[in-house]
């Protein structure tokens, strides 16, 4: 395989996140909100319905991993489930934001089955994506280069759908929240379909050697091996589902801070501009900093940064209510940190993919590569359940100025969970997480001595 990735396929490979990330980053962001302020559902119903989606998932993505890595065509695995997924993806997004024209039973039975396909359709499209790094170089270094694309491209979509998403629902809405949100989905899926034919055109894994052996085929079964022998794989799950339902337990719940405890909305789009440049920041900063630094520090730097935004949160809320400063650096703080760590956690997996072939004797990229896929998703879900369930805990109610016990409560959520979350993930990775410096063979095998029990 070569090793040497053109500056062609990585910008292709970026500019396809862009889309992609386009049409994710309304659903994290803004869903729970439209769901609930636009459409009319409960926050309740809203939580359980993002939870239940991720329990199909845990079932689906593995699954469509496996269909992944099984497939033989001449376009490759990966480039044909791409613009599949894409395509059915995009017109379930445009389906998914329609939900505010729907009433009565006929409201919650359509947004329960739209949101479960836009999940199902996603990972069609975003477990080829992803899994495509190990197959495009098998160098650590060009792996590290190449990563910092897509995360830069989708950090930037995430920057302009949070600073400028409720603005340009507006304008294209005329008002219409409802309409704004149909029309900005419409606009993303366009977009979307044009950035995964683009991917299709310019990215292209590199060809096996004539002498090698056919690839083996996977079963359904050959997932419970390849996740249950793999250990590493396990520890990244606990750190990375740690973080990820921290990161956007926040993502999902600021414009419900920002809104109703602290009283001004205005203060939302400060807080996701500044956190949004932050971002974009860490993940172009990634690979200087991984050069400068031992990589097994750079997850818990990671975990920092977000818990040093909670503190400066709570600084804020008691000393300093609404101050614009503060909460600029705070969002930049959290933000900084997610840089870092989707640009780490997409390299780490990559070296579980080599380790997990060391393990069990196969390769399979695309399974491994589902588990990403389904921890951003189920985050996520649980992320939105936590809003969605807490938000009836603490006795909110739409578009009204609420209680001093609800607000409390509000400003535990946005500033005491998240802390509490990450500092889990970083103790996770420090106790379990061995492949600081990507998969070595020797260095595995001298771990595995060192652990065994000494004989009498």
Known sequence: MSDKITLQTKLSYGLGALGKDFACAPIYIFLMFYFTDVAGLSA?????????????????DPMMGVIVDNTRSKFGKFRPWIVIGTLLNAIVLVGLFSTHMFEGPALYLYAAA????WGLTYTIMDIPYWS???????????????????????????????????????VLGEGNQGDGFF???????????????????????????????????FSFKDVLVIIGKNDQLKALIGTVLSFQIANLLVGGFAIYYFSYALGNPELFPVYMMVAGAAEVAGVFLFPRIAAKLPRKHLWKMACGFPILSCIVLLVMGVMFPGNAFLIGLAGAAIKFGVGIANALQTVMLADVVDYGEYKTGRRSESVI??????????????????VGVGLSVVGYVPNVEQTADTIMGLHFMMVGLPAILMAVSGFVYQRYYRLHDGFNKDDVEADMVDAKPVQA
Do not use: C
């Open 44 to 60: 309740a119903f809203v939580g359980t319905i993002f939870l239940a989606a991720r329990i199909i998932d845990a079932v689906t």
């Open 114 to 117: 739209a949101y479960i396909l």
């Open 132 to 170: 495509m790094i190990p197959a495009l170089s098998s160098e650590r270094q060009e792996r590290e280069k190449l990563v910092v694309w897509p995360r830069l491209f989708a950090s930037l979509a995430w920057f302009i759908t949070g600073t400028y998403g409720l603005h340009i629902v507006g």
């Open 183 to 217: 029309n900005v989905a419409m606009l993303i899926a366009v977009l979307f379909v044009m950035s995964a034919f683009l991917i299709a055109r310019n990215v292209k894994e590199k060809a096996a050697p004539a002498n090698a052996k056919p690839a083996e085929k």
């Open 369 to 386: 590569f589902s588990v990403q896929t389904m921890l951003v998703k189920f985050a996520g879900a649980a992320g939105g359940f936590i």
